[in-house]
Every structure is written in C-alpha cells, then in structure tokens.
C-alpha cells in the first residue's frame, strides 16, 4: 500500500506520517517513509510517501503507483499526479492557502478537481479544517485527517488510539484523541 | 525490539550501541536530527553545537586522542569547511573510533549545491560505508567505528537526503561497551611537521591499499544473484530504487563504497551480460570500474544531476520514456520567510536604502523571491561580508550603498573572520546581523550566541555588540526590526557613516516561544485600502491582493509591519 500525503509546510503533515507509519510497523508491516526537511518546509509544498508491505525496497514512491492521496490543501492536490495510480482514492481537506503567485494577484487560485477526475473517479472532500476551527485546535487538522485516512485501513481503531499515546506528550493527547474521532466519522466509501 | 527509526535517529542510534561517547556537529539540513538525537536519547554521549564544521571535527580528534569513541557530524557543504583537518587526521594516529558523517543533499532540497562527497573518502584516503537503509545506517555506523579502530582510520559514513530523512523499521541492539579515556603521547603520530608527516604518508597509502582485499572480504559488500542477464553495481539509496525497478535483476550491492571491492566487482562483471553502475551524482563507482577495464553502462544514460528515483533508472535501462502524464500548470508555491519573520521589516529597510544586499545562508535567503526580492548575493556560510567587502573596495568611499546580511548562527559560524577582515582592512560596507537567538532554518537549534547548549543548559552569554567592537567597528547599534520606519533611519545613518558600520537587528524568530509578536492577524479596513500594494511589497504569506484590495489572511501572527508602513491607516486590529 502507497500513501501520499501532500500539504504546505507547517500543516503538521510529517507527524501524520509518522504515525501512519508506526500503527503499521505495529500491524506487522514493513514500513518506509520519505519526506524533507529543512528550507522546503518554510511554507513551501511538502510531500511524505508513506509505503508499508510484507518488504518495502524504495521510500519513494514510483510513478502510478500511489493507491490513497491525503491532501492538507486543495492545489497540491494535483501537483503530483504522476504518482496515482488509475483510480486511487483522492482525500482532499477543503482548504485554500493561496501560493505566492495568488497572494500577489497575479494568478488565480486554481479548481484542481478536474485535473484530478481525469485520473480517478474516487475523489472525496473533507471538511477537516472547519472541524479543527470548530474544535478551536487549527493545528489539530492532521490527527483530524488522519482520523478520515485510518477508515481506510486494517488495523483496529485502537491502535490508532496506542501510537497516539505513544507518540504525544499527554497534555495534548486528549485533543488529539477528540480531533481523530471527529475526522474517523467521516464517511468516504 | 524494532522501532520505526529515520535514518538520522539510526546514526545516533549506531553510535550509542557502538559506546561512542563524543559526539560533536554543527547543524545543517539533512544532518542536523542526529546530534538532536543523541542529545535527546542519549544523555550518557556527551553532545555539543560547534559554531562550525571544522570546530567539529577537530574537538572529536581531541576526543579519539583521548581514547574515546567519536563521531562528528556535517552537511556536504560542511565538510568543505571541515576539510582542513579532514586531509591531515588520516595521517594522524587514531585511539578511539572517529566516524565522520557526512550528510549529502541530491536535489538540493536545501542547500547551494549538490556536490557528492563520496570524492572526500578518495581525496582523504580514508574508507567510506554508504547505507541504504534506517537498519544499516544503524548497523554501519556501528561497523564504521569497528573499521575505524581496527585500522587506525577516520572513517567517512556517507548518507543522502533520502537515508537521512527516510524512515524505516530498525532492529535495536544492546550497547556494546566502550573505551576509558587515558592521557598518552605520541609525537611523531600527533605532530604534523613535515619530519613526522612524511614519515606518515606512506603509512596511509599502504592502509588504503590493504582495505581493497578487506573490503573485497567485507559483509557489507554482497553479490546478490538474480537473472545474469542484467548486473547492476550500486550503493546507498540507489540500490533501493534500482531493486524496485529491477526486482529480478542481479546485484553487487556496495555498502563499503571506498576502497571499492576490485575483486568482487571483476566476478560479478564476469556473470552478468549487461553491466550497469546505477549512482546518484557522480560517476564515483563507475569510472573506478571502467578503470579496472570492465565495460559498462552508467553515466551514459543516468542524469548526473538530481536526485534518482525508480522511475529514472527503469527508463534509462530500458529506454523507454518515464509514465509521469501530463502535469497541469500549478502556480509554484516555494518555500517563503513566514509571515511574521522578524528578517522582513530589516530587509525591506536595507531595500527602501537601495542598498546592494550581499546575502549568506539562512532563512533571510528566502528574501531573495519577489515581491521582496532583497537578496543580490548567496555562496556560502560567511561569504556575505566578504562579498560586501570586496565590493565596496572595488567601488569606493560613497560609490554605491554596499550591505550585507547574515543570520546570528552563520555569523558565530564563519561571519566573525569576515568582520575582523573589513575592520582590519579599513572597509566600508555595512553589515547587519539578523540575529534572530537561533539557528532557524534548520529547525531552531542553540548556538553560541543563544547562552543555551544543545541539551537546554544554560552556558555563557555572549555579548554580541561587544564581540563586533572588540573586531574593530566603530559604528555599532541594535535595531528592532519590527520599528520599520526606525530601521530606515537607522539605515540610512549606518551608510552615511565613513567606515564600517554593523547593525544588530534583533528580534527573536517567530517561531520560537520567546518570539514578540502578538500571535493574532490584523484585519484591512476595505473602505480605507486603497490597493497601492505597499504592503505587498513585503512578501508576506498572510498578505493577499483580491480585487484591487489588500486582504489578510488567518495566518498572520499580527508583526505589524505592514500596518506601520499602510499610509492611508487601512490595517489595524492588534498591534
């Protein structure tokens, strides 16, 4: 299985990933995951591949091969189509942050929906931004995504619930615990 | 027990299992988690921050000559500074294990260039191990301080971007002992005047030539037969990719990459039809192979530049063009100075000076995109001053408003050589230290000017504006960098002043908890706003321009930068 998340720096995509892969080191898998760090991250595209099988040889990616797509952000989105497979699942959280080239006027923010239709049918949007507003956490938007992603995958709910106690110092466990919930009611069959 | 473990966490956790107990860095993208880590995980290793590369390097020969196990840890650009130590220690004796990694950045994600510094193992005549995993970067460097002690040898543990901040599964071990330090003196061994290191030279040359038969004996160094129709040599995270494209394919896997494993690699040509060597960078292994008088494909067909991926070696095997469709026109989304970042509002005054701005490495880089677009100069740690220097002297007394900028971190780090220089020289330029009490590009790390070391200890406090005088500037103010109108001024007086002149802009970097902004967005008064767009001018993320009004965006942190600067008093809100 092939998980690409993909945001904007600062959108805690990194610890999502780093979760989605401990519960799956957890069920027994092979993990391998690959994101950067550094300069890219200050409010530029981020991407983290998340692949997890019985032997995972690359941590990247290959072309057409990525069967779920969590996107934090609406545009990126379709920044890397070559990496979905025919019909993946596309799970995108309904939030716009306008790149440079938008925040200047010069461009307007694209509809990316119908670059992605032409690659699959399975396109879901999520409200998870509003769900973090509303819970007054804006910041707890991944563990709310991940909460949508995890309805998608074999391991039980509680072993979201280990890696999230495992992972977190406890003062903020509560929220994110609360923020998982909310995302895994989410129903994106 | 397994842990899922980035390849950075691995290295630290290599060095513990392996009882190293020095371990020294500087912090530089993708090598900076690893000493975070040892400091964070281990707290029987001692950790420090160096200011610089070579600092960190020379402190752990310090730590190996003592008899203890070491590590020093460095971007690819790092080791460029440390390299003056790096090609005399080799002669030197080695007490304890001293490992230096070495953290290379296909694709620059983050850096000025992607130099493969796997030459640096050739150049220095000492071995090199590569690892391709999160396990083997645990287990090599574990193998690397055996090697290292076994022959007397700083050895080179090279990692990639993609090794150093890939994850995977890790099978953790048990540390394995270490060493009591003891005071021993070896003269002819440690001092390197000329008697002693032509004595030494030979010594080297005949380590090196005797690692060819070890590395050909090395576990690290595998045949792993599949199809004998197609043989790919490889190393690192290549090697992975090159398995996914080419599961079936026939494998010289190299782990110990230098000296190369002549022997194994003269028997896998032999059972293989098509020879491939499948590397990122460089043709490092290739041309050694084709020296040995064995054909093959390489370079050839594989881009020198950037980073692999499986989809380009399986296209420049087979021929056949990559699968990657059609990618719609996406307006680009760079990496930006957030919004809030205290480098804005100085950069924005050294611009409305006109100044040329001689830049250095840091977050104030960023600087250089439009709108803002601030930065005329970017080369290397500390270059900036220089820059200016040269420049300014070339020019003249009142030419040309010459400045250069650099962040606190790089300037403890190379910048302080720089201004001794333009002191000592009588030159004129201008010279701000964005000194944000942090290494922020990097992820925030303490330095010597933060009076905090790497495990939150408190440590001397360094006086900053003293430290400029004492290098021979006159002319020296700190400058809050959120009071534009203040910093313009400050400026302009700076240029006028006939000599050098340095401004401490000092604020804290929004990031941290100590930052002085207040953390709420300011809001546009549309009535007001009459679209002139002097805000926008500033390059900041929270700024949008929508239907000839300027609008803000919920991730302003309320700086009020742009309010200061707005004439018509349109944006307002927290201040």
């Known amino acids: 299985m092939n998980v690409l998340m993909t945001g904007v720096g600062g959108q805690g ?78 799970i995108i959280n309904q939030y716009r942050l306008a790149p440079p080239a938008v925040v200047s006027g010069s461009r307007a923010y694209p509809d990316v929906i119908p670059f992605l239709r032409e690659k699959t049918r399975n396109i879901h949007l999520v409200p998870g931004s509003a769900i973090a507003e509303e819970m007054d956490n804006a910041r707890g938007v991944n563990i709310i995504l991940l909460g949508v992603l995890s309805t998608l995958m ?13 992972m977190l110092k406890e003062k903020i466990r509560a929220a994110n615990i609360e923020g998982f919930k909310r995302g895994r009611q989410i129903q994106i069959q | 027990m ?18 190293v107990s020095f371990v020294s860095a500087y912090p530089g993208t993708p090598s900076t988690e690893i000493l975070q880590t040892v400091a964070d995980e281990y707290p029987e290793i001692h950790a420090e921050w160096t200011p610089n590369e070579k600092v960190a390097l020379e402190v752990a020969a310090g730590a190996s000559y003592a008899g203890a196990r070491c590590m020093a840890v460095m971007k690819h650009v790092g080791v460029n500074v440390a390299a003056d130590p790096l090609m005399t220690l080799p002669y030197t004796l080695i007490r304890g294990g001293i490992v230096l990694v070495s953290a290379d950045d296909p694709e620059l994600f983050s850096s000025q260039n992607e130099q493969d510094n796997r030459h640096y193992a050739r150049f220095a005549k000492i071995p090199m191990l590569e690892p391709s995993t999160s396990q083997e970067a645990k287990d090599f460097m574990i193998e690397a301080v055996r090697i290292s002690e076994e022959f007397g040898t700083p050895v080179l543990l090279r990692t990639t971007t993609r090794i150093s901040h890939s994850m995977g599964v890790v099978e953790l071990g048990d540390k394995k002992g270490g060493r009591t330090p003891s005071l021993e003196r070896h003269p002819a061994e440690w001092v390197m005047l000329p008697a002693n290191a032509r004595v030494r030279h030979p010594v080297i040359e005949e380590r ?121 026109d996406l ?39 439009p709108p803002l677009s601030a930065i005329d100069t970017c080369l290397c740690m500390g270059a900036g001053i220089n820059h200016a220097h040269g420049m300014a002297t070339v ?13 606190d971190s790089t300037f403890y780090h190379s910048g302080i050589t720089g201004l001794l220089n333009l002191a000592y020289n009588k030159g004129a330029a201008l010279i701000v230290i964005l000194d944000n009490s942090t290494t922020a590009m990097t992820g925030s790390q303490d330095h010597p000017g933060t009076g905090i070391t790497v495990r939150g200890e408190r440590t001397v406090n360094l006086d900053l504006e003293n430290l400029v005088r004492a290098l021979g500037i006159e002319w020296v103010r700190t400058v809050d960098p959120y009071d534009v109108k203040q910093a313009r001024k400050d400026v302009k007086e700076a240029l006028a002043f006939e000599g050098p002149s340095v401004i401490i802009s000092k604020a804290p970097c929004v990031l941290l908890k100590s930052r002085k902004v207040p953390g709420r967005a300011l809001t546009v008064d549309a009535d007001v706003c009459t679209g002139c767009k002097v805000c926008i001018g500033l390059g900041c993320p929270a700024i949008e321009f929508r239907d000839e009004k300027a609008h803000i965006n919920e991730t302003c942190v309320g700086c009020g930068v742009c309010a200061d600067l707005c004439a018509p008093g349109a944006i307002g809100g927290e201040k």
């Not at chain 1, 409010?43 to 995972?56: N, P």
């Not at chain 2, 842990?3 to 290295?11: F, Q, R, T, V, Y």
């Not at chain 2, 980073?307 to 063009?321: F, K, M, V």
């Open chain 1, 154 to 166: 074999d391991p039980p709910e509680s072993a979201w619930y280990d890696a999230i106690n495992s």
């Open chain 2, 395 to 407: 020019f003249g007394p009142g030419k040309e408003k010459i400045a250069a900028v650099i962040g």
């Open chain 2, 331 to 369: 307006p680009p989304r760079p990496p930006s100075m957030c919004p809030g970042c205290p480098h804005r509002g100085m950069l924005w005054a050294l611009k409305r000076n006109k100044c040329f701005i001689a830049g250095d490495i840091g977050c104030y880089t960023l600087g250089f995109l």
């Open chain 2, 2 to 19: 397994k842990k899922i473990l980035s390849g950075n966490e691995a290295i630290a956790r290599g060095a513990f299992e392996a009882g």
């Open chain 1, 13 to 90: 995509i990194i610890l999502a990933s780093d979760m989605l892969s401990e519960v799956m080191m957890r069920s027994g898998y092979d993990v391998k995951k690959s994101e950067i760090h550094g300069m890219a991250q200050r409010g530029g595209s981020v991407m983290s591949h998340v692949r997890f099988a019985g032997h995972v040889d690359s941590p990247l990616i290959p072309y057409g091969c990525c069967d779920i797509l969590l996107s934090f952000e609406e545009l990126e989105a379709a920044r890397y189509l070559k990496y979905l497979k025919k019909d993946a699942t596309v």
């Open chain 2, 208 to 328: 090196i030539r005797s690692m060819k038969a070890y590395s050909d004996a090395s576990p690290l160094n595998v045949i792993e037969m599949g199809s004998p129709k197609l043989g790919i040599i490889s190393s690192g995270v290549a090697y992975q990719y090159a398995k996914e494209a080419f599961p079936d394919a026939s494998f010289l896997k190299v782990g110990l990459s230098y000296p190369l494993p002549e022997k194994l690699i003269r028997k896998f040509a032999a059972q293989v039809e098509e020879l491939w060597v499948v590397e990122e960078l460089d043709p490092f292994m290739e041309e050694q192979v084709k020296a040995l008088g064995i054909d093959c494909h390489g370079k050839d067909r594989l881009p020198l530049c950037g980073e692999l991926n499986p989809d380009i070696i399986q296209s420049a095997i087979t021929g056949a063009a990559p699968d990657d469709g059609a990618q719609p």
